[in-house]
């Protein structure tokens, strides 16, 4: 059964970095598209990013330019990097896997969730 696991989330001034972690478990995710989601209290879901088990990505605008997806086969795990963090970018960080070759922000392409890391951006 798949399991993932996001780390790497924490508290970071306006214009810092974070890298946040997705780990699975469970089985190999090369078949697999992960996506990357965020929830401010009060907000709905949001699409973040996305990776395919093609390769292909895919940028919510208002990370595009700052955030970049990364996927390792060999650690079983996705990355997301986050430059110039905004107070805007503040929220709980959850990754998604389906098993697609393209990959999709919408969070209804998914099937397996991890439990989410918090991002705080503030000064």
């Known amino acids: 059964q798949l399991q993932l696991v996001e780390s790497g989330g924490g508290r970071v001034q306006p214009g810092g970095s974070l890298r946040l972690s997705c780990a699975a478990s469970?089985?190999?995710?090369?078949?697999?598209?992960i996506g990357w989601f965020r929830q401010a209290p009060g907000e709905e879901r949001e699409g973040v990013s996305c990776?395919?088990?093609?390769?292909?990505?895919s940028y919510a605008r208002s990370v595009k330019g700052r955030f970049t997806i990364s996927k390792d086969n060999a650690k079983n795990t996705v990355f997301l990097q986050m430059n110039s963090l905004k107070p805007e970018d503040t929220a709980v960080y959850y990754c998604?896997?389906?098993?697609?070759?393209?990959?999709?922000?919408?969070?209804?392409?998914?099937?397996?969730w991890g439990q989410g890391t918090q991002v705080t951006v503030s000064s």
């Open positions: 990776i395919g088990s093609d390769g292909g990505t």
């Open positions: 998604a896997a389906g098993l697609w070759s393209s990959c999709s922000t919408l969070p209804g392409f998914y099937d397996d």
């Open positions: 469970g089985v190999t995710l090369d078949h697999y598209a």
